[in-house]
């Protein structure tokens, strides 16, 4: 369905309103806008005409919004940030085409970047971008077209592709247990434990699932990434919680210890996630079902 002729106001008004709201004053938004005051006056008012509403309080030649036109020019701000990003990727590859995909950095690091010189090899024709982000986010305001995701797929107005179970050991350094040994899960709960930001919960349902009753809280140190909570386990400031593919080297070196014989599968997973309206996109479509390939195809344990 069209969108009737009112509802699009001209890019040149929203581009004065959205600098006038950020910017505070008229004559700023003139100077970045390149025009004279009188002109963005002149364009905020042809968009009140055109909309039938007062945004603009003018007192003693200074113009200000009203709470209402605040709010809309907070969302025409994400819409503008969207049309600029489509057309930076339009001129970027106008013909091969791009992504621009959101990673979490230590699977994007060890699992992702490993793989992708095969995807290069296939498909010279597209290019990635990519930018970290440990947390969901609205694909609207941030202009991405995919993104890593861990968690469920549950994530709102998006489809989902499984990349990969997450099977998790507490590793320590050899130091931290020069006073003593654990023998069982139980004797995990002693130790000073490190908690990643991203899995509050983690070790919880670790012991959980180890049928181990706390009469406590977990207390312990937060860390923000597997990047830094993997140098304090190294530096034996703790026990950390981690996926087996990013100790494998470190264990594999003795530079940490495994405190239990066998990974524990994690409640939720790697996926790659996509808006709903950008499944048709030629370059998303390649990368996914590239991506399909490396994939873990189903459930790793017995039911």
């Not at 995807?119 to 947390?135: C, G, K, Q, Y």
């Not at 899960?185 to 180890?210: K, V």
Request: charged letters at 20%; a negative charge.
């Amino acid at each position: 369905m069209a969108t009737p002729r009112r509802f699009l106001p001209s890019i040149a008004a929203l581009r004065a309103l959205e600098a006038l709201d950020r910017l505070g004053s008229a004559s700023a938004a003139a100077d970045e806008l390149a025009l004279t005051q009188g002109a963005v006056s002149r364009q905020l008012q042809a968009l009140e005409r055109q909309l039938g509403v007062d945004l603009v309080r003018r007192d003693q030649k200074r113009l200000t919004l009203s709470p209402e036109a605040q709010t809309y020019a907070a969302d025409i701000r994400q819409a503008l940030n969207q049309i600029a990003q489509s057309t930076l990727r339009v001129q970027a590859a106008p013909l091969a085409g791009s992504l621009n995909l959101a990673i979490l950095p230590a699977f994007g690091m060890r699992w992702l970047m490993p793989r992708l010189p095969e995807f290069a090899r296939r498909h010279p024709d597209v290019t990635i971008n990519m930018s970290t982000r440990l947390e969901p986010f609205n694909f609207v305001s941030e202009g991405f077209d995919a993104a890593i995701h861990f968690g469920t797929a549950d994530w709102p107005g998006t489809q989902a592709l499984l990349l990969k179970h997450e099977q998790m050991l507490p590793v320590c350094a050899p130091d931290l247990l020069a006073g003593g040994e654990v023998r069982t899960p139980g004797d995990i709960a002693a130790l000073p434990l490190l908690h990643i930001q991203t899995r509050p919960q983690a070790w919880q349902h670790w012991f959980e699932s180890h049928d181990i009753a706390l009469q406590d809280g977990l207390s312990g140190t937060m860390y923000d990434q597997f990047a830094t909570i993997t140098q304090a386990a190294l530096h034996g400031l703790g026990v950390a919680l981690m996926p087996d593919y990013l100790v494998e080297q470190d264990l594999a070196t003795g530079r940490l210890v495994a405190l239990h014989a066998t990974a524990t599968e994690s409640p939720g997973a790697y996926y790659l996630v996509w808006p709903e309206a950008r499944s048709k996109d030629p370059a998303l479509i390649k990368f996914r079902s590239w991506l399909a390939g490396q994939a873990q195809p189903e459930d790793p344990l017995p039911r």
